[in-house]
């Protein structure tokens, strides 16, 4: 069974940035597609981002288009989610998870989540 932690969440100010961490275990990383996604308080989780291991293209949604940046170290076994120009909006628990498809009925396994807080 796959595991998946998160690390590097944190409270920044609006207009900074921080880099996301997605360890995986119990599987090595080239085999599997890997998504990024998000619950702020009150609201259902979304997706942010997907890389998938046959295809080189990310997927992102339009909210953290041209700000987020997903990448993958096969090597490392880890995924990370670059987030530049931070919004307070983009307050949320993210997740990473494995995916079958780019979106929340498309994951197969959860980690735990991290917490990002964005003051303005």
């Known amino acids: 069974q796959v595991q998946l932690v998160e690390s590097g969440g944190g409270l920044v100010h609006a207009g900074q940035s921080l880099r996301l961490s997605c360890a995986v275990s119990?599987?090595?990383?080239?085999?599997?597609?890997i998504g990024w996604f998000r619950q702020a308080p009150g609201k259902e989780r979304e997706k942010v981002s997907c890389?998938?291991?046959?295809?080189?293209?990310?997927i992102y949604a339009d909210s953290v288009k041209d700000r987020f940046n997903i990448s993958r170290d096969n090597a490392e076994n880890t995924v990370y989610l670059q987030m530049s120009s931070l919004k307070p909006e983009d307050t949320a628990i993210y997740y990473c998870a494995t995916v079958e498809r780019c979106s929340v009925e498309g994951v197969d396994s959860w980690g735990q989540g991290t917490q990002v807080t964005v003051s303005s």
């Open positions: 119990g599987g090595t990383l080239n085999y599997y597609s």
């Open positions: 890389t998938y291991s046959s295809d080189d293209t990310p």
